[in-house]
């Protein structure tokens, strides 16, 4: 149920891999966990944000 993997940035990490099995699939753990901010940038130009304005929020300390 709880699976290591080695995380490229923090190092190997706990995480809880599919509890439900079938038979005719192979689930679980495809990737590490993102490290808080890593996606803020894309998700905000997805929203619309231009990129000196994502800037100014992350200087400012708004998101991460």
Do not use: D
Not at 26 to 38: A, C, E, F, N, V
């Amino acid at each position: 149920m709880v699976k290591e993997i080695n995380h490229p940035t923090c190092g190997p990490i706990k995480l809880v891999n599919t509890p439900v099995k079938f038979s005719e699939s192979t689930p679980g753990i495809r990737s590490p966990p993102p490290t808080l901010g890593q996606h803020t940038g894309e998700v905000l130009k997805e929203l619309g944000y231009a990129e000196t304005e994502v800037e100014e929020l992350k200087r400012l300390a708004v998101v991460a």
